[in-house]
């Protein structure tokens, strides 16, 4: 058994480092607030609505690989140490590949990966 001082040092040297820097930004930070600093900001342009040739479509694209791209990559690591895991690694793996599978069918149903224009209902009054 090891004794556990070291951590609790490498711990509270953390904490005393993460309380000297907020501190330190504290008295040495900017103290007024102007209109434009509370708006949103992107790569040093500010935010604007959508472009009119962009549809958000897009954006929900782009979403849905991030979250199978990640599952690809997971997948990989798993084929890559299968021997080592055994069945309980098989039997998380299905479980995992499940509750994607149902998030597929989820979004599928929703109609998110349908592409085709739908006409939208005009607004009365």
């Known amino acids: 058994m090891q004794p556990a001082w070291p951590l609790l040092v490498f711990v509270g040297l953390i904490l005393a480092l993460v309380a000297l820097i907020m501190s330190l930004s504290y008295l040495l930070g900017q103290r007024q607030s102007h209109r434009a600093d509370l708006g949103p900001y992107e790569s040093g342009v500010a935010a604007a609505e959508l472009p009119a040739g962009i549809s958000v479509e897009f954006y929900r694209l782009a979403v849905f690989f991030v979250i199978f791209d990640v599952e690809a990559v997971f997948l990989f690591i798993w084929a890559v ?3 080592e895991v055994g069945w309980s690694g098989y039997a ?4 995992f ?3 994607l599978f149902a998030a ?3 979004l599928w149903r929703l109609g998110s990966l349908d ?3 739908t006409p939208r209902k005009r ?3």
């Open 81 to 83: 140490v299968v021997r």
């Open 104 to 106: 597929l069918v989820y």
């Open 97 to 99: 590949v499940g509750v």
């Open 92 to 95: 998380e793996m299905l479980v």
């Open 123 to 125: 607004r009365q009054g």
């Open 115 to 117: 592409w085709r224009q």
